[in-house]
DNA sequence: TATTTATGTAACGAACTAGTCCCTAACATT
DNA sequence: AATGTTAGGGACTAGTTCGTTACATAAATA
């Protein structure tokens, strides 16, 4: 047989000429995908490292990683980055307060329901009583990010008049994820125990509009 | 030494004079109650049947049980029983209809708070896509009481004109859950990732009295 | 009294699983 | 080209874990 000069995509093709750095990259990505389809599924217990490739990439993990929970930190790592990252893009400046909150919850809501990978690894964590999350150091100076930002808008809603005085800021961020999360989290219990479904786009799209009215209704109620 | 009679709380204590039935519950419900902390600790791959007590219990778990997913299935049906049993004595009869759904919010709040073993549970559930919560048929009928009281809690509130029109009873449910269920869901990654206490009694009572806010700004508010 | 039911103790084995060892190939350096 | 370094393929292992079984015995029931 000779050798086929093909740039065709093999899953079994040697990418020749890669420097050990690029290497590297690309052998921990690579791993990292397939460990968090894994972590995500089947939970830090649950999931089995064997399964997590075969035993060729098995051996790459050990080689990359100290072990499975480092592998499991990994992963972690990256989808709460990834989250963050995507906060940071939505446009909070334009329009009244209110405009500017509502565009942050809908885009919350499609957040977590596009991305049930985060959500499942963050409700894996809280079974863990987070014992992983305190282990990655990057992580808590980031998520004062998403506060400022609140801390922000709240303070234009006063000034603007819509809001009424005393928001924290920290507890608009818990009232909007928990309602958001929960969505994602909870949607297998709560589709069967009250036969709905969660998932369509027409649900999705209510229900990004319905937090929205939920917390803005409780922003700007004055009593 | 001489046999001791005492009445005194000895766990090696023998219970003489019990009939097969009587046995038989005492030793499913010493099951259960030890299977439950330990599940709700690790999960259902992470709990280690040989972990769950000594080698006496082990024997009558096979004894009673076909095997750990028919112990873990008891355990999530009586939890869920519990909750379901607690919702049923809610007074939402007193009163106008907005003091019974505050009454009904802050008992959900506290409910969640005072069991996190059932929140444990459910969030397992979901990570396994309530594979086993559709094994166990009693379920799903008990489940529409909530619904229904709440239906006859919003038919009040628009009676007495303090809620606005066409809320649906199950959209109320889930966004009152939501929340209450969060708290509890997500203390640990939240309370590391803000530095914040939810556990307090104090941060407790503000929360519950917050998601009654929340909920009922929203269904009373007029646009 | 005889029989069934329940349970304490020990041990077992088959299947599984995280992690390791050896060896070869690919790349880097001189 | 020769030698060293980094990367990884395949098999193996040491330790667990679930589920079972054997055996003894005591208590409830017929």
Same mark, same amino acid.
Request: avoid cysteine.
């Given at each position: 047989m000779p050798k086929a000069s ?8 040697k990418?020749?000429?890669r420097?050990?750095?690029e290497?590297r990259e ?5 791993i ?5 389809q894994e ?10 490292i064997?399964?997590?490739?075969g035993?060729?990439t098995?051996?790459?993990i050990?080689?990359?990683f ?11 790592e990256r ?6 990252e995507?906060?940071a893009?939505? /446009?909070?400046?334009?329009g009244?307060a ?6 942050l ?9 596009r ?12 079974i ?7 282990q ?5 100076s980031r998520?004062?990010s998403?506060?400022?930002i609140?801390?922000?808008l709240?303070?234009?809603?006063e000034?603007?008049g ?11 961020h818990l ?8 969505n994602?989290?909870n ?9 709905v /479904?969660m ?5 999705l ?9 939920i917390i803005?209704a409780?922003v700007?109620?004055k009593?």
């Amino acid at each position: 047989m000779p050798k086929a000069s093909s740039d065709a995509p093999d899953p079994k093709a040697k990418q020749p000429r890669r420097s050990h750095a690029e290497a590297r990259e690309a052998a921990i990505a690579q791993i990292v995908d397939i460990a968090t389809q894994e972590f995500v599924e089947k939970g830090l217990a649950g999931a089995r490292i064997d399964e997590i490739a075969g035993k060729a990439t098995k051996r790459k993990i050990y080689y990359y990683f100290e072990g499975k929970e480092e592998l499991y930190r990994a992963v972690l790592e990256r989808a709460y980055r990834q989250v963050r990252e995507s906060e940071a893009q939505v /446009d909070i400046a334009s329009g009244t307060a209110v405009e500017a909150l509502r565009r942050l919850i809908e885009h919350d809501v499609h957040y977590h329901a596009r991305h049930p990978e985060l959500v499942r690894l963050v409700m894996n964590e809280n079974i863990h009583r987070a014992q992983h999350l305190k282990q990655i150091a990057a992580l808590p100076s980031r998520n004062h990010s998403v506060i400022e930002i609140l801390a922000q808008l709240i303070a234009r809603g006063e000034a603007e008049g819509s809001f009424r005085a005393g928001i924290d800021p920290v507890e608009l961020h818990l009232n909007m994820t928990a309602l958001a999360f929960y969505n994602v989290s909870n949607q297998f219990t709560f589709a069967h125990n009250f036969g709905v /479904d969660m998932t369509s786009e027409t649900a999705l799209a209510r229900r990004a509009s319905q937090v929205a009215d939920i917390i803005i209704a409780w922003v700007t109620h004055k009593d």
